[in-house]
């Protein structure tokens, strides 16, 4: 399901690193992404946001990435959150159950 073109844009601010996530996460896209997230996942110093408003599709392995990134940054004691989710999107996290375990970053709070 490769039609949107996956595409990650970083943008660092004095206390937040947020991924702006677009076109569809599937596993042709996942080695692509954890590449982007090896770089950052591990910085402790500033809040880890993923912008997903321009994410078009998700599957299960993107969901495991979003799992797996929301464990790691729990277990450094990080902080992680989630921007701007599609409702088509929202409705799979809810459906999977991952919505309740997921903070929603506000716009502008950074």
Known sequence: MSTDKF???????????????RGELDLAAAQAFRQVLEAVIHREDKELIFNLRQLTYIDSTGIGIVVSTLK????????FAVRDIPAG???????????GFLKEGVEGSA
């Not at 999107?89 to 919505?99: A, E, N, Q, V, Y």
Request: proline share 3%; net charge negative.
């Open 7 to 21: 595409q990650v844009d970083q943008e660092e601010s004095e206390n937040t690193i947020q991924l702006h996530v």
């Open 72 to 79: 790691l940054r729990d277990e450094l004691k990080a902080p």
């Open 89 to 99: 999107i929202r409705k799979l996290f809810d459906l999977t159950g991952i919505s």
